[in-house]
């Protein structure tokens, strides 16, 4: 019986840091590769990933609750310029249509472009 006890409390230990910790951001960019997740309850339909404003990738459904990994060196312009591995990431901007016909927009990198415009003088 104690041996129960204490494996169920090791377990709500484990479930509890669990919901305790930071949820994962709707975009990530690390190695090389820009993540995508989708944090509702609604398929996205026609997910268009722009790094850069310039940059594009798509992704024709991306369901509820799922993740898209595109590398980077997919990514290009509507000239065919492809993504430079020497290039930096400043901003992605991500358009969708949600299920139910909603738009779906997220943005990454825009806050830190609008704190540097606002310390140019």
């Keep these: 019986m104690l041996r129960r006890a204490s494996v ?3 377990f709500l230990a484990v479930v509890s840091v669990g919901a305790c910790s ?3 951001p709707p975009i990530s960019v690390s190695e090389g590769m ?3 997740v989708n ?3 609604h398929d996205w339909k026609e997910v268009l ?6 940059f594009r990738g798509f992704v024709p459904v991306l369901k509820a609750d799922g993740r898209a990994n595109a590398p980077l060196s997919q990514f290009n312009t ?3 310029q492809y993504w430079s591995a020497n290039m930096r990431v400043r901003t992605i901007d991500v358009t969708a249509k949600s299920a139910d016909g909603s738009d779906v927009k ?3 990198g825009r806050e830190r472009e609008a704190e540097g415009a ?3 003088r």
């Design 8 to 10: 169920l409390l090791a």
């Design 22 to 24: 930071k949820p994962e």
């Design 34 to 36: 820009v993540t995508v």
């Design 39 to 41: 944090q509702t309850d």
């Design 49 to 54: 990933i722009t790094v850069n404003d310039h």
């Design 78 to 80: 509507g000239y065919g």
């Design 106 to 108: 997220l943005t990454w």
């Design 118 to 120: 606002g310390n140019s």
